[in-house]
Structures are given as C-alpha cells and as structure tokens.
C-alpha cells in the first residue's frame, strides 16, 4: 500500500480563489509528521508547512492551512486567496518511524488569471 | 536566512564510474537526508543520517551508494559504479526541529 496518496495530478483554480489539495496517508505509528512542500519549475523544493500527529490544531502558515483529519488519515493542504507565483507541484510527505520520509506522487496546480 | 547547499548543480558522468554529490547542510542542523527525483516523478527517500551514522535508508540504498560527513560542514553522497537508472536529481536536506529544509539539488547524468 501507498503510504502517501495524492489522487489529484493536476488542479486548475482561479486567481484569488481558494484551493484544496487532497492527501491521504497509511501508517500504524502513532507518532509522525505531516508535510507539504511546494516545487515550482524551477526544480527546488520549497518547505510549505508541518502538522505533527499528536497536534490538535491544524497548522497554518499565512495562506496555507493543513486540513487534518486523523481518523481519516487526511492531511490537505489549503491555499487561499492563490496568486499566479502558487502553480507549481505540491508534494505531500510523511516523516514516519525514526526518520523515513515517504513523498506523495504530487499535484500540480496551476492558477489561471 | 542559512541555507542548505549543494556542489556540483550538474554532474555528467559515463556508465561505471563513481560520483560523489556534496552537500553543505545549514549549521545547526543535526539530521541530514538524500532524496532522488526521477525527472517528473515523485521525490524517493534514500538515507537519512544523524550523530555521524545512517538512522534510515530504503530499498533504493544498496551497497552501491554510501555518506559521509567527513567534517563538521560536508555531507556527501557517493554512487560506487553509476547505472543509467540513476540518472535523477539528487537532494539534500537537513532539519533541527521538524521543519526540513532542501538543498537546490545536483541534476545527474549517466551517459
């Protein structure tokens, strides 16, 4: 089984408009960490924003929003108000165990003026 | 603002030889990492390192690659005797805390 899943390849959202981008991931560790980088055309990848899984809030970082379900195994990321520099592939990962990571396949979303 | 860096940005090498990718993570870092990504494919975990020893590594990370921190600044990726199959681009990343931050990667190429 995946242990991180992005069912959405590619995303189309307006400019200004809000977006949601799916991820589920598999683990029977109780203890792990969420992330959602962002990688522009340029190859880098960009740290985005983090959820811990015992954290009771979900995480947000200026725009972005961490949507996180636990029960569902659910860590999405919402971007708000999106901005013509946000098209890019956005990577959803996992850290589990001592100090694995686990990267999704990616969506890449794109923002229409 | 510290950043992770990476020598060389692209590195061509023929079939069977050896490579070595080096990385200098942000200072006070204590855990590092190598990633691999397939042109246009997902980012793989190779190894992940802390207090001078490999903590975790997959499937991908046999006997042909190794690290190393042989200072208090280098971190480097050796490919013993490349394949064609390890053409990708190779990043590295460091983290203290849980944010993790990426190098702008070394594109190789096995010709």
């Known amino acids: 089984a995946q242990k991180i899943t992005q069912t959405q390849p590619g995303m189309f959202v307006q400019e200004k408009e809000a977006v949601t981008l799916d991820c589920t991931y598999d683990t029977s560790d109780q203890s792990y960490g969420l992330f959602w980088y962002k990688q522009p055309s340029s190859g880098e990848m960009i740290f985005l924003i983090y959820?811990?899984?015992?954290?009771?809030q979900n995480a947000t970082e200026g725009r972005y929003s961490l949507n996180f379900q636990k029960a569902r195994k659910s860590a999405n990321l919402v971007i708000s108000a999106s901005q013509l520099g946000d098209s890019a592939m956005y990577f959803c990962?996992?850290?589990?165990?001592?100090?694995?990571?686990?990267f999704g396949t990616g969506t890449s979303l794109t923002v229409i003026p | 603002e510290p950043e992770v860096t990476q020598t060389p940005s692209h590195q061509v090498t023929q079939m069977g030889q050896e490579v070595i990718l080096r990385c200098v993570p942000i200072s006070n870092h204590l855990y590092f990492y190598w990633y691999r990504q397939i042109l246009g494919q997902k980012v793989e975990f190779l190894v992940s390192?802390?207090?001078?020893?490999?903590?975790?590594k997959s499937e991908i990370f046999d006997d042909q690659f190794s690290v190393e921190r042989p200072d208090g600044s280098n971190f480097t990726l050796k490919i013993r005797s490349t394949k064609l199959e390890d053409s990708a681009m190779y990043f590295c990343a460091s983290h203290r805390g849980y944010t993790q931050y990426f190098g702008p990667g070394t594109r190789l190429t096995v010709l």
């Open positions: 390192f802390y207090n001078n020893e490999i903590s975790e």
């Open positions: 959820q811990g899984s015992y954290d009771e």
């Open positions: 990962a996992m850290r589990e165990g001592g100090n694995q990571f686990y």
